[in-house]
T-cell receptor, first 112, second 111 residues
Framework: TQLLEQSPQFLSIQEGENLTVYCNSS?????LQWYRQEPGEGPVLLVT?????EVKKLKRLTFQFGDARKDSSLHITAAQPGDTGLYLC????????????FGEGTQLTVNP | NAGVTQTPKFRVLKTGQSMTLLCAQD?????MYWYRQDPGMGLRLIHY???????AKGEVPDGYNVSRLKKQNFLLGLESAAPSQTSVYFC??????????FGPGTRLTVT
């Protein structure tokens, strides 16, 4: 059973379009992280959100943590081919030994 | 500063063979983790360590063993490989309160 449900699993869009990726759970997390992974490499952290309702912006990427700290979203504005990659959300619970639970990932392809 | 390194990068095993994957970090991190990544499954935690000499089970520990004899190294062992263990294995390390840093991965195929 996947603790974190990520949707959609695959997304193929044209350059310039906007998109949103969702990460949902029935569990409460002390923090939620978003990673981006390129083929043949390990995931690289994009952002960590820790407060319910928190919104963080990273250039064209906007991350939101739900008020109840059970869900999160990643919105990309005016997507570019360089945004292509696997996006993973991961939640950390209190007293978990700093363990992360990952979602299934969203494979994003941005076509020129 | 190499960060997190993994050895080997690729390996093909026959069913029943054994092998050890090595993870090394030069950031003096306390915590280390072993994950496996399969299509459509994200990353799943196999075993982890919160300090030198300690290990603990993650979500999918069966068929794997680990050791953390030195702070900078975390070894993942497969005693008798099975085709179900075909996967990409990632090691990560972190310091408490900070992010996890991932290695480049080891692609293992068991035939």
């Amino acid at each position: 059973t996947q603790l974190l449900e990520q949707s959609p699993q695959f997304l193929s869009i044209q350059e310039g379009e906007n998109l949103t990726v969702y990460c949902n759970s029935s569990s409460v997390f002390s923090s939620l992280q978003w990673y981006r992974q390129e083929p043949g490499e390990g995931p690289v952290l994009l952002v960590t959100v820790v407060t319910g309702g928190e919104v963080k912006k990273l250039k064209r990427l906007t991350f939101q943590f739900g008020d109840a700290r059970k869900d999160s979203s990643l919105h990309i504005t005016a997507a570019q081919p360089g945004d292509t990659g696997l996006y993973l959300c991961a939640g950390e619970k209190l007293a978990s030994g700093s363990r992360l639970t990952f979602g299934e990932g969203t494979q994003l392809t941005v076509n020129p | 500063n190499a960060g997190v390194t993994q050895t080997p990068k690729f390996r093909v095993l026959k069913t029943g063979q054994s092998m050890t994957l090595l993870c090394a970090q030069d950031m003096n991190h306390e915590y280390m983790y072993w994950y496996r990544q399969d299509p459509g499954m994200g990353l799943r935690l196999i075993h982890y360590s919160v300090g030198e000499g300690t290990t603990a089970k993650g979500e999918v520990p069966d068929g794997y063993n680990v050791s953390r004899l030195k702070k900078q190294n975390f070894l993942l062992g497969l005693e008798s490989a099975a085709p179900s263990q075909t996967s990409v294995y990632f090691c990560a390390s972190k310091q408490d309160g900070y992010e996890q840093y991932f290695g480049p991965g080891t692609r293992l195929t068991v035939t």
